[in-house]
């Protein structure tokens, strides 16, 4: 994937079967490469808005426990 700054768009390329499927449903593929009438390489654009870049988090057993405790606390208050 490549930013364009001046244009607020991404050009995105890749040969991983799950993306070219999940990237099929979100813009229109330019196929590059083909075998077996099935894509293997494509190449689009996204807009900026379509990428999002969110760090997933990594919680620890403890912190797990206390958030299920804090929750727990809080349906029986209801």
Same mark, same amino acid.
């Given at each position: 994937?490549?930013?364009?700054?001046?244009?607020? &768009?991404? !050009?995105?390329y890749?040969?991983?079967?799950?993306? *070219?499927?999940?990237?099929?449903?979100?813009?229109?593929?330019?196929?590059?490469?083909?075998?077996?009438?099935?894509? *293997?390489?494509v190449?689009?654009?996204?807009?900026?808005?379509?990428?999002?870049? &969110?760090?997933?988090?990594?919680? !620890?057993?403890?912190?797990?426990? $206390? %958030?299920a405790?804090?929750?727990?606390? %809080? $349906?029986? %208050?209801?």
């Open positions: 994937m490549v930013f364009d700054n001046s244009t607020g &768009k991404w !050009t995105i890749s040969t991983v079967p799950k993306h *070219i499927r999940k990237l099929s449903n979100l813009t229109e593929l330019f196929v590059i490469e083909s075998e077996d009438d099935g894509p *293997i390489a190449k689009g654009t996204l807009t900026e808005k379509q990428v999002s870049m &969110k760090k997933e988090r990594v919680y !620890t057993d403890e912190q797990r426990e $206390r %958030a405790e804090r929750l727990s606390k %809080a $349906r029986n %208050a209801l």
